[in-house]
């Protein structure tokens, strides 16, 4: 038997259902579309929400505190190698002067890059007179560990990460902060070199006195914005010593000596040995005690 075949009635009812079947299927994807890019515009939004909250955090996330004993920026030694405490400072917080020293006491203040092959030799030079005016407190000296030449370094940062360990060092172990300045003026690396690990840098912070909570603060860069702070003031002039000469404007390289808040240019011979002359540092200390030679 044949199938009976649709009338036209019928075959136009069957065209209509079928094309409101293919709008409706239509307009379902539609709406799955719409759905699919308002979750994704959603995602997106939220994406962005969460970068601009965390840069906003970011920028108005106050400063963390700077190392104890450095509220000048530097460490202040006296005899004995024993530090001055003092409270910290915000990382981004200008320095706050020393106490100063008794009369006659002479007030010694060196700016160093532990990179800095021209601070080698100034210690090496001075070193020995530095110890024994601060053995016999005829002086006191007072460190700032700065970073200018980390870039110079091979990549590995070497000023910035030596500086933070010094500042690492001041903060829990003072008193073995002399002995770790020497320390690294002894074993300096070359310029231009990678220089010492975090490890090695630890492993001298020990053999100095230092105990362990140096390890975590050196392996975690834990005063890395105060280091990077503290060398911008010390550029920029914002530099806290009594008795400051209106002439130092601020650090142009390093070694950088105050005597008695006055800045001291030794002379410098890059061919003699050694290439500071001891006896007009020694000078200059003199007539700053106001002693008469």
């Known amino acids: 038997m044949n199938a009976q075949r649709p009338t036209s009635n019928q075959a136009r009812e069957l065209a209509r259902q079928k094309a409101r079947d293919m709008r409706l299927a239509g307009n379902s994807r539609e709406k799955r579309n719409r759905v699919f890019v308002q979750l994704g515009l959603g995602v997106l939004a939220l994406a962005v929400i969460g970068a601009l909250a965390a840069v906003i955090l970011t920028a108005f996330k106050p400063a963390g505190p700077g190392p104890l004993n450095m509220q000048s920026d530097g460490i202040k030694i006296s005899t004995g190698n024993v530090a001055v405490t003092t409270p910290p400072n915000p990382s981004d917080a200008s320095p706050v002067a020393s106490p100063p020293n008794a009369a006659g006491v002479v007030d010694i203040t060196l700016y160093v890059d532990y990179l800095c092959p021209i601070c080698g030799q100034f210690e090496a030079a001075n070193g020995p007179a530095i110890t024994d005016l601060l053995e016999r407190g005829a002086a006191t000296i007072e460190i700032h560990p700065i970073a200018i030449l980390t870039n110079r370094s091979q990549g590995t940062q070497y000023s910035l990460r030596a500086a933070n360990a010094a500042a690492c060092v001041a903060n829990d172990y003072p008193n073995s902060f002399m002995n770790f300045h020497n320390a690294l003026f002894a074993n300096q ?30 392996n975690d860069l834990q005063f890395k914005d105060w280091v990077k702070a503290s060398t911008e003031r010390a550029i920029s002039g914002d530099i806290a010593i ?14 950088t000596i105050v005597i008695n808040g006055t800045q001291f240019n030794p002379s410098y011979d890059p061919t003699a040995t050694p290439q500071f002359s001891i006896e007009e540092f020694l000078r200059a200390v003199v007539t700053a005690a106001g002693v008469q030679q």
């Open 189 to 218: 690396p070359l310029e231009e070199t990678p220089g010492w690990t975090d490890e090695e840098l630890i492993g001298f912070a020990t053999q100095s006195g230092a105990g362990p909570k140096v390890e975590a603060c050196i």
């Open 242 to 255: 009594n008795n400051k000469d209106k002439k130092f404007e601020g650090v142009t390289g390093t070694p």
